[in-house]
């Protein structure tokens, strides 16, 4: 039996499921019958929260039961540093880096985006990345 995903969601991907968007549900339902893991890296958190009225609906998808958040190790951050220069982007998609590298050391097999190019870049092989 093939071992179940471990889908990390970033910023874009996170916002597309709180504003109901049918395809992001349609994936997060296949991956719950599969018994793959959600994950939100904590830096997902500082690009989608505000502090208004606006977070409720980010925050349902959050207290959902089997989201998993991963916190950013010291590791995660020095990848993080690194990774724009050797994917040939700029240094401001810092943050993405942090949300990639992040995930990929709390282990996704799967990172969902809304900015697929520039998530590619930065993810290179170590996993599949999904358009939303």
């Known amino acids: 039996m093939a071992t179940p995903p471990r889908i990390a969601l970033d910023s874009g991907a996170l916002i597309a499921l709180a504003h109901g ?14 018994g793959g893991a959600v994950l939100v ?9 505000r502090g208004s009225a606006r977070d409720a609906s980010v925050e349902r ?16 951050a020095r990848s993080a540093g690194c990774l724009p ?3 040939k982007l700029p240094a401001s998609e ?12 709390g282990g996704a097999t799967d990172i969902v985006t809304s900015d697929f190019r520039d998530i590619s870049a930065l993810v290179g ?8």
């Not at 968007?21 to 599969?34: G, I, P």
């Not at 890296?41 to 929260?49: N, Q």
């Not at 092989?125 to 939303?132: D, P």
Request: net charge negative; hydrophobic share 55%.
């Open 21 to 34: 968007d049918v395809d992001a549900r349609a994936h997060l339902r296949r991956w719950a019958s599969e």
């Open 41 to 49: 890296p904590v830096p997902v958190l500082a690009e989608t929260l």
């Open 61 to 76: 998808i959050l207290n959902r039961e089997g989201i998993q958040f991963i916190s950013v190790s010291q590791s995660a």
């Open 85 to 87: 220069g050797a994917s």
């Open 94 to 105: 810092t943050m993405d880096a942090l949300i990639v590298a992040t995930a990929l050391e």
């Open 125 to 132: 092989r170590a996993a599949n990345v999904i358009a939303i």
